[in-house]
């Protein structure tokens, strides 16, 4: 299995603009939040980018991805039908292929030994186990309405994969604590996705189908679960950080991670001290 | 590996399932101590819960009944103060290693062993407590709650539909406020009884026995209301402040809360049902207890900011006790609305998943445990529907219980289907079944704790009992599936749950039962004969909720005649039993759907009336502009309503009685006028009360005042301060100068019958000397029918008659003349007794006690420490009680309760004197010439009797009064006989000095004295020929009594309100107690030792098993003859 070809969802009514936002990237440089997702995308061996926009939005974002721009495509998600739905507007985009998804309200900082970025080790794990993998981080009990959650086991002997067995999006702590508690986890963390995943196409089918039934939306999540009781479906525990840029200070939060991360990381900490020290509250 | 923990160890069924008393009746003392070694030892090193809690079962019960019996056991020893200490404060280990070391010290005996059997005893149920607790804390969906700690944490958020204002979300224009979610739960009754198999415990050890039928069904009072409706609902919405807005309907109380502590306060006032169902259903999960955050902060997390919640509950008017487990299944409506609320159920409305019922039954059991209460874990059966199958389920891999208990703390339901249980059956039942309320509400919390004994001890026949228990479910099981013959279906179960109530039921907790539950049974069979096909039991003990069955054609009829039968009864024994209200008949019908919920919107959206009862007033009282727009918008939603709906027409009245002041004719002013007729009647002396309350207020008396000086010394007696008679042999020579004196008719009794007993009712006002306590001669007696049946039996060996006085008071004078009356008319049999009333003259009005008195009894006095989160809940009980009394007024008159249970009897001193005031004693000597001495008894103290040797031995002593002692076991408090500052007395416990001065004694009054009539005359001054003179009389009694101390103490006293309801509270009242005669100089006092089983007091019903178990009801039968 090869993966060359990769979703980015960006059609959200809350999230269109924040690909937009510019931040300054690690190698001290200024890009939209949009190029660093592109960019972590072609880092992993991506051929070819699509991105999921609102319609009209087409501009904007290609001037947001500057030199990558050619390399995308634009897809219009033309009836707000949720997430699933954006990512199945991709279908005809994928083919047959399986393809790395990422969110564009995601920005990743990779904590691995080799420095490999987020989407680039997922996408070796995925090669490597020849199945659909989503990157998935322990996330305590509290954060669990903010994300899908998996339920599974590990893999023996590979120590961050695990096999998915179910799949719930936004779960109450007392739901995850009957249906998703993962053994060898601390108690009250639960394993959340990441915003990476390598999918095989299986799941564009299942999207379509749910697409055709009674409900307004297509949810990605029972997309998964479903997919988890037919096809091998492993969850790998990101070695990295995700950062959403769509919830408050999120990208604040995001920027500064960015920030410590790179070679100023001495001078935004002083600015930090700095403002610290000239607080309100001393 | 020593006998008993084979048997506690063994996999072999037919071993593990060995009665424990087989064993320690052929075993030598020897012996047994090897054993309780080995116990110990065991129960130490076992990593086995359930092991180690047997181990600690076969000691307690080793040493409570066992060892005593055994020759070479001592009957006397001391219980160092340092263990009793532990134990009060429930270090029960630092306890047992105290009193084992006593006991290697002073060798085994009786006083030691009752410290260890009581140390043993409650160790076994803290381990099991606390097994539960770590059970109910880790079942999942509970763990998280445990785990939050902030605000921010709070990953609840009120579900979208219920925060919707606008016209399209169905909820009205934006200021009519909040659509209202609504929840209606049905009750539970126990088609079974389950022989009490649904205790936790037993469920968790045992869960192949652990099984219930268990129907979950709507009610109505008959006569009340129209038709059978789900009895409890509760209500949840959104309001337009930060605070949450608890209001409980049926209990008329409402709360703003806008401070997270309040929350946890449970006692703080009648909403702790709500609080803990707030808890318990995570909007304010319970790790958020004490870490100092703020409500609002919350609230703005759950419902988003400046919004808060409001939770109401409401129960259809169903009174306390009806064993139908209406608390539990409001506390799981209360949960199960609030888990909708915040998306933790898949649906807002309707039915709930089999899942969600689980959760929420879990979830019920955490609020009960955090509320201090306790239930069994059939008792939410209300949230499934119809009639289900309930079994305990064995822990498998992968359960929290896993390796820990045998059973799951969960027990899983079964719904029957229509094969199961065709609906012409289920019709059939509902046609055939009369469901009532006997009146009578009693804590069965001893009895639960029985059954956990029992059980564990496997005591013989109460194990086959459990195993006939198990065999009738079977065999109700069977009848339900029909047979294509309803009617014979139901008569069938009618059969069965007679024969369990009468058979195993009994047998494991012969309590179970009482006089008026038979007496009931008896005539509802002598009013319907062959229609009459059965009695059922219900819940934990009968008297409140139970059930007759009777052919279907005449149902309508004895339901009427039921309800009539239940009157008569009730009030024939109303001043013997504790009966909290009048007998109710319910209709009922089953519930095919379990919990269910609606959202109320637009017009449709008001709480239930009585909601608008308890606010409305207060509503109107204020200035419409400053009512927040949801309220005036609610004000026009509910006046609308009142217009059109015919169901809230009764609302004009309700308002009007309740805005306009009114005179409360039946109650208050009736009620204070009655109070002062009784206390003139009684003779109640004002000026004595005032004087005694000035002294309260200035602290002149008081609990602390009570005490001797702390230089006082207490030692224990010596060897020649008293005389020995536990030896038969010693007693013998005795014997026949006592079986003269008898027959010459020198010796009369006086049986002390003027207190409430307000340890045998909790406070509940019942005469105790007319309580039918226990089975005698195959039928429930009286205190006092046991008292004369000695007399009777003393008269009919010696052939005289017995004069036999008994002691009133105000409280119990006209309910004992009632008694003595119908019970001469009954029986012209009763020769050989002459029976005498001592009415007393003397009365006390209750005093609301001072704060600093509460604190005194509760902070200074060793107190009995609780499992913790009951301790925290009495902890906020206390406080608001010290509260009441501040408000209420401190040393202020006690008047807010019914009349009788204002006034108190001013302590037993008193009786003696009232027989010289009231001429009684006159009387006695001019009908029994030759009279000359008087066994004066407790009430409760069943062992005395006028046995020739002890009426010889006192003879012999020659002194005024001689006192009845016994040695002391751990629960013996309240003083003893002492040397104080080297003179021999009886101190009362309420004047140790110190509290562990008590412990150093041997001895414990048992209040039996044997008086010299001639003796007492001179110590009062007066001879024979005076007693007619009442003046003289007054003047010597009141001369005596000013130099008999007065004590200050404080009483639990119930208030009964509302359908069943009772609230406890502590009044002060003052007292003189008897045994401070022997500090006269001028009464010669002796003290001898008489057998425990003679000297032993009944104080508290839930001392009756252990009563009847080691041998002493046997012991009080022995000595009596019945009519």
């Given at each position: 299995?090869k993966?060359?070809?990769?979703?980015v969802?960006?059609?959200?009514r809350n999230?269109?603009?924040?690909?937009?936002?510019?931040?300054?990237?690690r190698?001290r440089?200024?890009?939209?939040?949009?190029?660093?997702?592109?960019?972590?995308?072609?880092?992993?061996?991506?051929?070819?980018?699509?991105?999921?926009?609102?319609p009209?939005?087409?501009?904007a974002?290609?001037t947001?991805?500057?030199?990558?721009a050619?390399r995308?495509?634009?897809?219009?998600?033309t009836?707000?039908?949720?997430?699933?739905?954006?990512?199945?507007?991709a279908?005809?985009?994928?083919?047959?292929?399986?393809?790395?998804?990422?969110?564009?309200?995601h920005?990743y900082?990779?904590r691995?030994e080799?420095?490999?970025?987020c989407?680039?080790?997922l996408?070796?794990?995925?090669?490597?186990?020849q199945?659909?993998?989503?990157?998935?981080?322990p996330?305590?009990?509290?954060?669990?309405?903010?994300y899908?959650?998996?339920?599974?086991?590990?893999v023996?002997?590979?120590?961050?994969?695990y096999?998915?067995?179910?799949v719930?999006?936004?779960?109450t702590?007392t739901?995850?604590?009957?249906?998703?508690i993962?053994?060898?986890?601390?108690a009250g963390?639960?394993?959340c996705?990441f915003?990476?995943?390598?999918l095989?196409p299986?799941?564009m089918?299942?999207?379509?189908?749910?697409?055709?039934?009674d409900?307004?939306?297509?949810h990605?999540?029972p997309?998964?679960a479903?997919?988890?009781?037919?096809?091998?479906?492993?969850?790998?525990?990101?070695?990295?950080?995700r950062?959403?840029?769509?919830?408050?200070?999120g990208?604040?939060?995001?920027?500064?991670?960015?920030?410590?991360?790179g070679p100023d990381?001495a001078?935004?900490?002083?600015?930090?001290?700095?403002?610290?020290?000239t607080g309100?509250d001393? | 590996?020593s006998?008993?923990?084979?048997?506690?160890?063994?996999?072999?069924?037919?071993?593990?399932?060995?009665?424990?008393?087989?064993?320690?009746?052929?075993?030598?003392?020897?012996?047994?101590l090897?054993?309780c070694a080995a116990?110990?030892a065991f129960?130490?090193?076992?990593?086995?819960?359930?092991?180690?809690v047997?181990?600690?079962?076969f000691l307690?019960?080793?040493?409570?009944?066992h060892?005593?019996t055994?020759?070479?056991?001592?009957s006397?020893?001391?219980?160092?103060?340092?263990g009793y200490?532990?134990l009060?404060?429930?270090?029960?280990?630092?306890?047992?290693?105290?009193?084992l070391?006593?006991?290697?010290e002073?060798?085994?005996?009786e006083t030691?062993?009752?410290?260890?059997?009581?140390?043993?005893?409650?160790?076994?149920?803290?381990t099991?407590?606390?097994?539960?607790?770590?059970?109910?804390?880790?079942?999942?969906?509970?763990q998280?709650?445990?785990r939050?700690g902030?605000?921010?944490?709070?990953p609840?958020?009120?579900?979208?539909?219920?925060?919707?204002?606008?016209?399209?979300?169905?909820?009205?224009?934006?200021k009519?406020?909040?659509?209202?979610?609504?929840?209606?739960?049905?009750?539970?009754m126990d088609?079974?009884?389950?022989?009490?198999?649904?205790?936790?415990?037993?469920?968790?050890?045992?869960p192949?026995?652990?099984?219930?039928?268990?129907?979950?069904?709507d009610?109505?009072?008959?006569?009340?209301?129209?038709?059978?409706?789900?009895?409890?609902?509760s209500y949840f919405?959104?309001?337009d402040?930060?605070?949450?807005?608890?209001?409980?309907v049926?209990?008329?109380?409402?709360?703003?809360?806008?401070?997270?502590?309040?929350?946890?306060?449970?006692?703080k006032?009648?909403?702790?049902l709500?609080?803990?169902a707030?808890?318990?259903?995570?909007?304010l999960?319970?790790?958020?207890?004490g870490?100092?955050?703020s409500l609002t902060?919350?609230?703005?997390?759950?419902v988003?900011?400046?919004?808060?919640?409001?939770?109401v509950?409401?129960?259809?008017?169903?009174?306390?006790?009806?064993?139908?487990?209406?608390?539990?299944?409001?506390?799981a409506?209360l949960?199960?609305?609030?888990?909708?609320?915040?998306?933790?159920?898949?649906?807002?409305?309707?039915?709930?998943?089999?899942s969600?019922?689980r959760?929420?039954?879990?979830?019920?059991?955490?609020?009960?445990?955090?509320?201090?209460?306790?239930?069994g874990w059939?008792?939410?059966?209300?949230v499934w529907?119809g009639?289900?199958l309930?079994?305990g389920v064995?822990?498998?891999?992968?359960?929290?219980?896993?390796?820990?208990?045998r059973g799951?703390l969960?027990?899983?339901?079964?719904?029957?289907?229509?094969?199961d249980?065709?609906?012409?059956?289920?019709e059939?039942?509902c046609?055939?079944?009369?469901?009532v309320?006997?009146g009578?509400?009693?804590?069965?919390?001893?009895?639960?704790e029985?059954?956990t004994?029992k059980?564990?001890?496997?005591?013989?026949?109460?194990?086959?009992?459990?195993?006939?228990?198990?065999?009738?479910?079977d065999?109700?099981?069977?009848?339900l599936?029909?047979?294509?013959?309803p009617?014979?279906?139901?008569?069938?179960?009618?059969?069965?749950?007679?024969?369990?109530?009468?058979?195993?039921?009994?047998?494991?907790?012969?309590?179970?039962?009482?006089?008026?539950?038979?007496t009931l049974?008896?005539?509802?069979?002598?009013?319907?004969g062959?229609?009459?096909?059965?009695?059922w039991?219900?819940?934990g003990?009968?008297?409140?909720?139970?059930?007759?069955?009777v052919?279907p054609?005449?149902?309508?009829?004895?339901?009427?005649?039921?309800?009539e039968?239940?009157?008569?009864?009730?009030?024939?024994?109303?001043?013997?039993?504790?009966?909290?209200?009048d007998?109710?008949?319910?209709?009922?019908?089953?519930?095919?759907?379990?919990?269910?919920?609606?959202?109320?919107?637009?017009?449709?959206?008001?709480?239930?009336?009585?909601?608008y009862?308890l606010?409305?007033?207060?509503?109107?009282?204020?200035?419409?502009?400053?009512?927040s727009?949801?309220?005036r918008a609610e004000?026009?939603?509910?006046?609308?309503a009142c217009?059109?709906?015919?169901?809230?027409?009764?609302?004009?009245?309700?308002?009007?009685?309740?805005?306009?002041?009114?005179?409360?004719?039946?109650?208050a002013r009736?009620?204070?006028?009655?109070l002062?007729?009784?206390?003139?009647?009684f003779?109640?002396?004002?000026?004595q009360?005032?004087?005694?309350?000035?002294?309260l207020?200035?602290?002149?008396?008081?609990?602390?005042?009570?005490?001797m000086p702390a230089?006082t010394?207490?030692?224990?007696?010596q060897?020649?301060?008293?005389?020995?008679?536990?030896?038969?042999?010693?007693?013998?020579?005795?014997?026949?100068?006592?079986?003269?004196?008898?027959?010459a008719?020198?010796?009369?009794v006086v049986?002390l019958a003027?207190?409430?007993g307000?340890?045998?009712?909790?406070?509940?006002?019942v005469?105790?000397?007319?309580?039918?306590f226990?089975?005698f001669g195959?039928?429930?007696?009286?205190?006092?029918?046991?008292?004369?049946?000695?007399?009777r039996?003393?008269?009919?060996q010696?052939?005289v008659?017995?004069?036999?006085?008994?002691?009133?008071s105000?409280?119990?004078?006209?309910?004992?003349e009632?008694?003595?009356?119908s019970?001469?008319?009954?029986?012209?049999?009763?020769?050989g007794?002459?029976?005498?009333?001592?009415?007393?003259?003397?009365?006390g009005?209750?005093?609301?006690p001072?704060?600093?008195?509460?604190?005194?009894?509760w902070?200074?006095?060793?107190?009995?420490?609780?499992?913790?989160?009951?301790?925290?809940v009495?902890?906020s009980?206390?406080?608001a009680l010290i509260?009441?009394a501040?408000?209420a007024?401190?040393g202020?008159?006690?008047?807010?309760?019914?009349?009788?249970?204002?006034?108190h009897?001013?302590?037993h001193?008193?009786?003696?004197?009232?027989?010289?005031r009231n001429?009684l004693?006159?009387?006695?000597?001019?009908?029994?010439?030759n009279?000359?001495y008087?066994?004066?008894?407790?009430?409760?103290?069943?062992?005395?009797?006028?046995d020739?040797a002890?009426v010889?031995l006192?003879?012999?002593l020659?002194?005024?009064?001689?006192?009845?002692?016994?040695?002391?076991?751990?629960?013996?408090?309240?003083?003893?006989?002492?040397?104080?500052d080297?003179?021999?007395?009886?101190?009362?416990g309420?004047?140790?000095?110190r509290?562990e001065?008590?412990?150093?004694l041997?001895y414990?009054?048992?209040?039996?004295?044997?008086?010299?009539?001639?003796?007492l005359?001179?110590?009062?001054?007066l001879?024979r020929?005076?007693?007619?003179?009442e003046?003289?009389?007054t003047?010597?009694?009141?001369?005596v009594?000013?130099?008999?101390?007065?004590?200050?103490?404080?009483?639990d006293?119930?208030?009964?309100w509302?359908h069943?309801?009772?609230d406890?509270?502590?009044?002060?009242?003052?007292?003189?107690?008897?045994?401070?005669?022997?500090?006269l100089?001028?009464?010669?006092?002796?003290f001898v030792?008489?057998?425990?089983?003679?000297?032993q007091?009944?104080?508290?019903?839930?001392?009756?098993?252990?009563?009847?178990?080691?041998?002493?009801?046997a012991?009080?039968?022995?000595?009596?003859d019945?009519?």
């Open positions: 299995m993966i060359k070809k990769a979703v969802t960006a059609a959200g999230q269109r603009g924040l690909p937009l936002q510019t931040l300054v990237d190698d440089v200024q890009k939209t939040a949009l190029r660093i997702i592109v960019e972590e995308a072609l880092n992993a061996g991506m051929e070819e980018v699509c991105i999921v926009i609102h009209g939005d087409h501009d974002y290609a947001a991805a500057g030199e990558h050619r995308l495509r634009f897809v219009e998600q009836a707000p039908r949720g997430y699933g739905h954006a990512v199945l507007c279908r005809e985009f994928i083919g047959n292929d399986p393809f790395l998804h990422l969110v564009g309200d920005l900082l990779s691995d080799q420095g490999k970025p989407a680039r080790q996408v070796e794990i995925a090669e490597a186990e199945c659909a993998v989503s990157a998935v981080q996330t305590r009990e509290t954060m669990l309405t903010n899908g959650t998996v339920g599974g086991k590990r023996p002997v590979k120590p961050l994969l096999n998915i067995e179910s719930l999006e936004k779960p702590p739901e995850a604590e009957q249906s998703l993962v053994p060898g986890l601390r963390y639960y394993l996705f915003g990476i995943h390598v095989t299986a799941v089918e299942i999207l379509e189908r749910q697409a055709r039934g409900a307004p939306n297509v990605l999540s997309a998964l479903e997919m988890a009781g037919g096809e091998r479906y492993l969850a790998y525990e990101m070695k990295g950080r950062y959403d840029i769509g919830v408050q200070y990208l604040l939060v995001a920027q500064l991670a960015l920030a410590l991360d990381r001078e935004v900490l002083a600015q930090l001290v700095e403002l610290l020290a309100r001393l | 590996m006998e008993l923990t084979n048997i506690i160890t063994s996999a072999d069924p037919a071993v593990r399932d060995q009665s424990l008393d087989a064993f320690c009746r052929r075993a030598t003392l020897a012996e047994l090897v054993e116990l110990d129960r130490r090193d076992s990593d086995n819960l359930y092991e180690r047997r181990a600690l079962f307690y019960a080793i040493h409570r009944f060892l005593l055994k020759p070479g056991m001592k006397s020893g001391l219980v160092p103060f340092a200490e532990h009060l404060q429930r270090r029960f280990e630092e306890a047992i290693s105290s009193f070391g006593a006991q290697q002073q060798g085994p005996n030691v062993s009752s410290a260890l059997a009581e140390a043993y005893h409650s160790l076994g149920f803290q099991l407590a606390d097994q539960v607790r770590r059970s109910v804390r880790t079942v999942r969906g509970n998280w709650m445990f939050m902030h605000p921010s944490d709070q609840l958020r009120v579900r979208p539909e219920l925060l919707g204002r606008g016209a399209s979300s169905g909820g009205g224009s934006d009519t406020g909040f659509p209202i979610l609504r929840e209606r739960t049905p009750v539970r088609l079974s009884h389950s022989a009490w198999s649904d205790i936790f415990f037993l469920g968790m050890d045992f192949e026995g652990a099984r219930v039928l268990n129907v979950s069904i009610l109505a009072v008959r006569g009340r209301d129209a038709e059978p409706r789900p009895p409890v609902e919405r959104v309001i402040e930060p605070v949450l807005r608890l209001t409980s049926d209990l008329g109380a409402t709360a703003e809360i806008t401070e997270l502590r309040d929350v946890f306060d449970f006692a006032d009648y909403l702790g709500l609080k803990a707030i808890i318990a259903s995570g909007i999960p319970p790790g958020i207890e870490s100092g955050q902060d919350l609230l703005t997390r759950l988003g900011p400046g919004l808060g919640i409001e939770v509950s409401n129960v259809n008017d169903i009174p306390k006790g009806s064993r139908l487990a209406v608390s539990t299944n409001l506390l409506c949960i199960s609305v609030c888990m909708r609320a915040t998306g933790q159920a898949k649906s807002l409305t309707g039915q709930l998943q089999e969600e019922r959760l929420v039954a879990g979830r019920a059991i955490l609020g009960e445990w955090l509320a201090g209460s306790g239930g059939q008792d939410s059966g209300g529907p009639m289900k309930i079994q064995l822990a498998g891999e992968g359960d929290p219980e896993f390796g820990v208990s799951r969960l027990p899983s339901h079964k719904i029957l289907d229509d094969l249980a065709p609906p012409a059956v289920r059939q039942l046609d055939s079944l009369i469901l309320h006997g009578m509400a009693q804590n069965v919390g001893p009895i639960l029985m059954v004994e059980y564990l001890l496997r005591s013989e026949a109460e194990w086959q009992g459990r195993k006939e228990a198990m065999r009738v479910l065999d109700i099981v069977a009848a599936r029909g047979g294509g013959k009617r014979e279906a139901v008569h069938r179960i009618g059969e069965t749950t007679t024969r369990n109530f009468f058979g195993p039921i009994q047998t494991i907790i012969p309590w179970a039962s009482n006089f008026y539950t038979e049974i008896e005539r509802a069979r002598a009013a319907f062959a229609d009459f096909w059965g009695f039991m219900l819940g003990m009968s008297g409140g909720g139970m059930g007759f069955i052919a054609e005449i149902k309508r009829q004895a339901q009427d005649q039921l309800q039968i239940m009157l008569t009864t009730k009030n024939e024994l109303q001043h013997a039993l504790p009966f909290a209200m007998p109710v008949v319910y209709d009922f019908g089953i519930n095919p759907r379990g919990s269910f919920a609606n959202v109320l919107t637009l017009d449709e959206a008001l709480m239930p009336m009585g909601y009862a606010h409305l007033p207060q509503w109107l009282r204020m200035e419409q502009r400053t009512l727009p949801m309220r004000l026009q939603r509910f006046g609308a217009r059109t709906r015919p169901e809230l027409g009764g609302m004009n009245k309700v308002l009007f009685d309740r805005l306009l002041p009114q005179i409360k004719r039946d109650t009736g009620g204070r006028a009655t002062e007729e009784l206390l003139d009647r003779g109640f002396d004002r000026a009360h005032e004087q005694i309350r000035a002294d207020k200035s602290g002149r008396i008081g609990l602390a005042q009570n005490r230089s010394t207490i030692e224990d007696v060897r020649d301060d008293i005389v020995d008679a536990t030896n038969e042999q010693s007693l013998a020579a005795h014997r026949q100068r006592g079986i003269e004196a008898i027959k008719g020198e010796i009369g049986s003027a207190g409430a307000s340890r045998w009712t909790q406070g509940a006002g005469v105790k000397a007319l309580n039918p226990a089975r195959g039928k429930h007696r009286t205190f006092l029918e046991v008292h004369f049946a000695k007399s039996r003393i008269s009919r010696h052939g008659v017995i004069p036999h006085v008994v002691t009133t105000y409280l119990t004078h006209e309910p004992i009632d008694y003595l009356a019970r001469d008319q009954g029986a012209a049999a009763n020769s007794v002459a029976t005498f009333l001592s009415q007393g003259r003397s009365v009005l209750r005093m609301i001072m704060a600093r008195d509460l604190r005194f009894a902070e200074e006095m060793p107190q009995q420490l609780l499992d913790e989160q009951a301790q925290k009495r902890e009980l206390h406080a509260g009441w501040r408000q007024g401190e202020g008159d006690y008047t807010d309760n019914l009349p009788m249970q204002c006034l009897p001013v302590g001193w008193f009786e003696v004197p009232n027989m010289l001429g004693l006159a009387k006695m000597l001019h009908d029994f010439p009279l000359k008087l066994m004066l008894h407790n009430v409760d103290t069943l062992g005395a009797n006028l020739p002890m010889g006192n003879m012999s020659g002194a005024c009064l001689t006192f009845e002692v016994i040695t002391r076991h751990v629960h013996d408090r309240g003083g003893g006989l002492a040397r104080v080297g003179h021999v007395r009886l101190v009362e309420l004047a140790m000095p509290e001065a008590e412990f150093s041997s414990y009054n048992s209040m039996t004295t044997w008086i010299d009539v001639r003796q005359l001179d110590v009062f001054g001879t020929d005076d007693l007619a003179n003046a003289a009389v003047a010597a009694i009141r001369k009594s000013s130099r008999i101390p007065t004590y200050i103490t404080l009483k006293v119930k208030k009964r509302g069943g309801q009772e406890v509270f502590p009044v002060a009242q003052f007292e003189k107690l008897w045994s401070d005669m022997t500090w100089p001028e009464v010669s006092s002796r030792v008489v057998p425990r089983m003679r000297g007091q009944l104080k508290d019903a839930a001392q009756l098993d252990g009563w009847l178990r080691d041998g002493s009801a012991y009080v039968e022995k000595l009596c019945w009519e």
